[in-house]
């Protein structure tokens, strides 16, 4: 890839760095070409929030509503149709690394629409859809973590469709939707699928955590509460590796394993600091270790390659100290599943309120590329 800069030296550490954001007009402009290529960027996320971002400030999709508007389209076929173009072509973008990876990295997610996040079916057949119209072998569809998700993960896993699995906030939750994907694997190996060529990460989210834990702290206002402030997060998901470790040392990951499987790796989500107060690479830095994924936001990213000092591994070593640390954050009165229940829910809503900006401003360009053509 590129010299010895911060995010090669992350790389080298075993951390694959994917972008947390997709446009069209970062596709044409080569801006996302130019970060495959010099910022060691292997693979990207998308989300409601991030499409409905980038429609609104959409004149690079002008031509693409235009031919829909004109082709009589609703706007639930034009956001699909938006949004699986854009996901497709990334995928071709990162086919290269796709191949030299062998499929590990060079990944692009897709999500299933946020309003089926209790509905395991409707989003089975939405992951199956989605599949077969971006139709690149490095596509991956993301789908929420919640309960009606665990059996959409075994489901669509079992069809041999590649799956990122998002807004992981607990490590009881990590648990289930890792036991969730072996269930997957195993009814995709009794069906004859290959495999090796099903890929699956966990997306635990790290800096939501700190957010809603230091909000509660500050109210408390004791100084052990406020020593406590802005490490909740990084303890979680430390935490959250060694569920990982586990999980695929058993003897049932292993056999998966040895008949072709992949693991399920963990992916740092939400790793964009809220607190201006904190170091700015904080997520990055402090949570390395091999066979990770780091989904960064471009900011982020960028303060990494400026002054990130990057260790061998963060990790390693730390169970004992995050573990005590969460239970002082209990003996303050703060419940750790009241907290991770409400960011999974806080999580889905605010995607659905983004997937209706995202159907609102397509809405209005379907009907101006449609005035626009009756003049």
Known sequence: MTENTPLAQLSAAGVSIWLDDLSRQRIVSGGLQELIDSKNVVGVTTNPTIFATALSKGES???????LATSGADVHTAVFE?????????????RPVYDATNGVDGRVSIEVEPGLANDAEGTVAQAKQLWAKVDRPNAMIKIPATIAGLTAITETIAAGISVNVTLIFSLERHREVINAYLAGLEKAKAAGIDLST??????????????EIDKRLTAIGTEEALALKSKAGIANARLAYQVYEQAFATERAKNLLAAGANKQRPLWAS???????LPDTLYVTEL????????????TMLATLDHGEIPQNSIAGTYDESNKLLDAIAAQGISYDEVTQQLEEEGVSK???????????????LEGAGAKAAR
């Not at 999709?61 to 031919?67: F, I, K, L």
């Not at 390395?288 to 900011?299: D, G, L, R, W, Y």
């Not at 995607?351 to 360009?365: G, K």
């Open 61 to 67: 999709y002008a031509d693409q509503v235009s031919e």
């Open 82 to 94: 938006i949004t699986t173009h854009d996901v497709a072509t990334a995928s071709d973008m990162f």
């Open 198 to 211: 099903i890929q699956s990460v966990a997306s635990f989210f790290v800096s939501r955590v700190d957010t």
């Open 271 to 277: 790793t964009g600091v809220k607190d201006p107060s």
């Open 288 to 299: 390395v270790a091999p066979e990770i994924v780091n989904t960064m936001p471009e900011k």
């Open 351 to 365: 995607f659905i309120v983004s997937w209706n900006e995202l159907l609102d401003t397509v809405t209005a360009a």
